[in-house]
């Protein structure tokens, strides 16, 4: 079906777009400046059977940030039906990974109560997931296809500031929220599927977008759930203040070794319903993290930031 049949409807004058009916909701989110970036380093300490070792991951240095200009942010993540609306392909395979997952608890557990696994296989297929497992260079394409059928608004993901700056919300000296009230991070998803345990009570997983409280602004799952993508590649901060910063370009961004290869990376934020590392670092609004641009992970989705053509 062409993209233009898709997006068979468009509200001008209101905070939504709708394409093959499912609606993709918008909150205006004002002009303003803050100060963005933590002098804190988080701490990442793992331990296996031959080597103890600790990384830090730098956030800073903290500086003065103004976003000039108000502009529309997604309410939510973008959902595997709004992604499956306008593409030909959903890479998430939510349902088949959990049936897996179950099937090797089982497995484990003789006593694995199936009661429960039916719970979990529900909740992994229920309406509303964010969409997940997409590489930055996938969202591009939505992107680009939800642009050519829109005339009146340009669609493209959030700038690392403007997303900080969103997050905070009005609490722009810092956070103020109890994070598990606003966040489906890895402190409160489940529990770590473990070898030998004496009762596997099962995975860690996201939730349906909404599951949480919204922060001062009205924006669900800014904390959690799955990280975002946003547009800047990755580079350490500058001291001096800045006027709506859009991040480097790809020749100016810092080269750091992934795997084995020296590449540049594009920035998420966020924390998710995993683990990386850094644990309660990660949902705080000031943690950034970056990959290659064609990678994708299980916990790794993306929110839409639009502006009038």
């Not at 959030?158 to 966040?183: H, Q, V």
Request: net charge negative.
């Amino acid at each position: 079906m062409p993209v233009s049949d898709r997006v068979s409807e468009m509200f001008a004058g209101e905070l939504v777009v709708s394409v093959s009916g499912e609606k993709i909701e918008f909150v205006k989110i004002p002009a303003g400046t803050f100060m963005m970036g933590s002098d804190e380093a988080a701490e990442n300490k793992t331990e296996n059977k031959t080597e103890k070792k600790t990384s830090v991951r730098n956030n800073g240095p903290r500086h003065q940030v103004t976003i000039s200009r108000p502009f529309q942010m997604g309410k939510y993540e973008v959902t595997m039906e709004q992604w499956g609306a306008l593409m030909d392909k959903n890479p998430s395979g939510r349902a088949n990974v959990y049936e897996k997952l179950v099937a090797r608890l089982k497995e484990l557990d003789p006593s694995f109560d199936a009661h429960w696994a039916r719970h979990w296989l529900n909740k992994s297929k229920s309406d509303n997931l964010p969409v997940d497992s997409v590489s930055w260079e996938e969202v591009q394409e939505f992107i680009r296809r939800l642009n050519q059928a829109d005339s009146v608004h340009h669609y493209r993901l959030p700038t690392e500031a403007e997303w900080e700056y969103a997050c905070l919300a009005s609490n722009t000296a810092g956070s103020t929220e109890k994070l598990d009230d606003i966040a489906h991070w890895s402190g409160n998803s489940g529990n770590e599927l473990k070898l030998n345990p004496e009762r596997l009570l099962g995975p860690k997983m996201l939730l349906p977008v909404a599951s949480k409280q919204p922060n001062a602004w009205g924006l669900y799952d800014m904390r959690g759930n799955v990280w975002e993508w946003v547009q800047d590649w990755y580079d350490p901060y500058s001291e001096d203040s800045q006027v709506d910063p859009a991040g480097p370009s790809k020749e100016e961004a810092e080269v750091v070794e992934y795997r084995g290869v020296e590449t540049v990376g594009k920035v998420f934020r966020g924390g998710s319903w995993l683990d990386w590392g850094f644990a309660e670092s990660e949902p705080q609004p000031t943690y950034r993290d970056w990959r290659p641009a064609n990678f994708r992970h299980t916990d790794l989705g993306f929110r839409l930031v639009r502006t009038v053509k």
